[in-house]
């Protein structure tokens, strides 16, 4: 192997403008063959989970940036021998972390072309790494448990049981246990050695409840506080115990998130209305469609029918959806709909849109809200899938809430929230009886929508959820 032979293999910018990306997860190490098109690792942006694919065939000399570590983008993070030979001795390899000294930052280049591998962002010049601070050695599984009991008691055990035997190193080369980059956070947070845990998911791999239960497992039984004599001298309070407070890093998502809705809050003029309405027709409706044969193996749900709600509602009102251009001093109505979704994962808030949803029927309506919320599960969400949004909708009846204020996905001119849907007193044909109600609250950019025009939306959706048959007539 020559030093010619080796290819650095940079940190693409795999979004839109990205600058930076943390390495979650290496899928090869030192001396493994690669091929063209092969995933080598996962990085995480301020947008989602990706898996880089290496751009050629060879051998895996380093790897210069251990998992956890945030590059910016246009840095080397593996080399590679594309020259057919081995991978360089341990003793000749550089530390982990640091890139190879004498390595140049050559790349392959498309034949005859000369132009650089089609990865977006691929060969911007190279800029300092800024690396971030690694956290402290883990707390271990008895620490951690000692806390949590501490949390639920009130106090710490005076005599916890005798610490279990430390879990034998895993063997050099030993396969790592399989768990997805929210589970392998969550173990590290709580202090929780992945290979000491019994999985459950399938093929194996280690789910959140499994490391749940292996905290759970090493908790000691609570047994009665010895009460010691006060001192006279004035004692710390417990609440300076070390263990009540918890400290998580923001970036990634959330970081990109808080800028986001910090931008949006204070850049729109926020107003919001509300609307209390009775859903039971709708309901209804639901439970017939997931009889229907049309609908077989699709998701059909309340949310269905209030994101076709406001879709009619759109198209009898196209000027709610728009947007601000600061620089133009321009509206820009959309003559399309980017429905975003709202969605709660792991990693923090996100907004993957349906595009088109506006040409959508139904069934097709359903089957891309299934697909959307089975990705956004899965953390496979792409940037793609986040950008472009219209109008949004968030469900925080999910959660059991009646209804919130929600703040615009920045670009957008409005976002519907939806409350809890439950059995309520309600006045129907001259009689009180239990119905089911829930309330809307929409919010929209006061710059381009009015209070006339955004209290048009509301009602239509609003009467459309409580007469359903409108969807027909109205559409």
Same mark, same amino acid.
Not at 174 to 194: F, I, S
């Given at each position: 192997m020559t030093e010619a032979s080796v290819r650095e293999f940079k940190m693409p910018d795999v979004g839109e403008g990205l600058t930076e990306a943390e390495i979650l997860k290496w899928y090869v190490q030192p001396g493994d063959t690669v091929t063209d098109g092969q995933v080598v690792c996962e990085v995480e942006t301020a947008k989602a989970a990706v898996e880089l694919p290496i751009p050629y065939d060879g051998v895996v000399?380093?790897?210069?940036?251990? !998992?956890?570590?945030?590059?910016d983008v246009g840095t080397a993070i593996i080399a590679v021998d594309v020259g057919g030979g081995s991978a360089a001795p341990a003793a000749e390899q550089p530390a982990a972390g640091q890139p190879a000294a004498a390595a140049p930052a050559e790349e392959p280049k498309t034949a005859g072309s000369g132009r650089q591998p089609v990865l977006v962002g691929y060969g911007v010049a190279t800029s300092s790494t800024r690396?971030?601070?690694?956290?402290?050695? !883990?707390?271990?599984?008895?620490?951690?448990?000692?806390?949590?009991?501490?949390?639920?008691?009130?106090?710490?055990?005076?005599?916890?049981?005798?610490?279990?035997?430390?879990?034998?190193?895993?063997?050099?080369?030993? !396969?790592?246990?399989?768990?997805k980059p929210p589970v392998r956070k969550l173990a590290k947070d709580l202090g929780v050695d992945l290979t000491t845990v019994v999985p459950t998911g399938p093929d194996?791999?280690?789910?959140?409840?499994?490391?749940?239960?292996?905290?759970?497992?090493?908790v000691p039984a609570a047994t009665e506080p010895q009460?010691?004599?006060?001192?006279?001298?004035?004692?710390?309070?417990?609440?300076?115990?070390?263990?009540?407070?918890?400290?998580?890093?923001v970036k990634g998502v959330r970081k990109a998130t808080a800028a986001a809705m910090v931008g949006s809050a204070f850049t729109a003029p926020h107003v919001t209305e509300f609307v209390t309405v009775d859903v039971t027709r709708t309901m209804k409706l639901v439970e017939e469609l997931k009889a229907d044969k049309e609908f077989t193996g699709l998701r059909v749900n309340p949310l269905l029918l209030i994101a076709?709600?406001?879709?009619? *509602?759109?198209?009898?009102?196209?000027?709610?959806?728009?947007?601000?251009? !600061?620089? *133009?001093?321009?509206?820009?109505?959309?003559?399309?709909?980017?429905?975003?979704?709202?969605?709660?994962?792991?990693?923090?808030?996100?907004?993957?849109?349906?595009?088109?949803?506006?040409?959508?029927?139904l069934p097709q309506l359903a089957e891309s809200l299934g697909d959307l919320v089975a990705t956004a599960r899965d953390g496979k969400t792409s940037p793609a899938a986040m950008q472009g949004g219209t109008v949004t909708i968030t469900n925080v009846g999910v959660f059991g809430v009646d209804t919130g204020t929600p703040i615009l996905n920045p670009g957008e001119s409005a976002i519907l929230a939806v409350g809890a849907i439950?059995?309520?007193?309600?006045?129907?044909?001259?009689?009180?009886?239990?119905?089911?109600?829930?309330?809307?609250?929409?919010?929209?950019?006061?710059?381009?929508?009015?209070?006339?025009?955004?209290?048009?939306?509301?009602?239509?959706?609003?009467?459309?959820?409580?007469?359903?048959?409108?969807?027909?007539?109205?559409?």
């Amino acid at each position: 192997m020559t030093e010619a032979s080796v290819r650095e293999f940079k940190m693409p910018d795999v979004g839109e403008g990205l600058t930076e990306a943390e390495i979650l997860k290496w899928y090869v190490q030192p001396g493994d063959t690669v091929t063209d098109g092969q995933v080598v690792c996962e990085v995480e942006t301020a947008k989602a989970a990706v898996e880089l694919p290496i751009p050629y065939d060879g051998v895996v000399r380093d790897l210069h940036f251990p !998992e956890g570590t945030t590059v910016d983008v246009g840095t080397a993070i593996i080399a590679v021998d594309v020259g057919g030979g081995s991978a360089a001795p341990a003793a000749e390899q550089p530390a982990a972390g640091q890139p190879a000294a004498a390595a140049p930052a050559e790349e392959p280049k498309t034949a005859g072309s000369g132009r650089q591998p089609v990865l977006v962002g691929y060969g911007v010049a190279t800029s300092s790494t800024r690396r971030r601070p690694r956290k402290g050695p !883990e707390v271990p599984v008895q620490q951690a448990s000692t806390a949590i009991q501490t949390e639920l008691n009130g106090h710490a055990p005076a005599a916890p049981a005798a610490p279990p035997a430390a879990a034998p190193a895993a063997p050099a080369g030993a !396969e790592r246990p399989l768990a997805k980059p929210p589970v392998r956070k969550l173990a590290k947070d709580l202090g929780v050695d992945l290979t000491t845990v019994v999985p459950t998911g399938p093929d194996g791999i280690i789910t959140r409840e499994d490391v749940h239960a292996a905290v759970a497992a090493a908790v000691p039984a609570a047994t009665e506080p010895q009460v010691a004599p006060a001192p006279a001298a004035v004692q710390a309070p417990a609440s300076y115990d070390t263990t009540r407070e918890t400290r998580i890093p923001v970036k990634g998502v959330r970081k990109a998130t808080a800028a986001a809705m910090v931008g949006s809050a204070f850049t729109a003029p926020h107003v919001t209305e509300f609307v209390t309405v009775d859903v039971t027709r709708t309901m209804k409706l639901v439970e017939e469609l997931k009889a229907d044969k049309e609908f077989t193996g699709l998701r059909v749900n309340p949310l269905l029918l209030i994101a076709k709600a406001l879709l009619v *509602a759109i198209r009898r009102n196209p000027d709610v959806n728009a947007s601000w251009d !600061e620089a *133009a001093q321009e509206i820009v109505v959309k003559h399309y709909v980017n429905l975003g979704i709202a969605a709660a994962t792991p990693r923090g808030l996100i907004v993957p849109n349906i595009k088109d949803a506006h040409a959508k029927t139904l069934p097709q309506l359903a089957e891309s809200l299934g697909d959307l919320v089975a990705t956004a599960r899965d953390g496979k969400t792409s940037p793609a899938a986040m950008q472009g949004g219209t109008v949004t909708i968030t469900n925080v009846g999910v959660f059991g809430v009646d209804t919130g204020t929600p703040i615009l996905n920045p670009g957008e001119s409005a976002i519907l929230a939806v409350g809890a849907i439950k059995p309520q007193p309600w006045v129907h044909k001259g009689k009180v009886k239990p119905r089911q109600v829930t309330t809307l609250a929409l919010s929209f950019d006061h710059r381009l929508v009015d209070g006339e025009l955004g209290s048009k939306v509301l009602a239509d959706v609003a009467a459309i959820l409580e007469q359903p048959k409108r969807l027909i007539t109205w559409a």
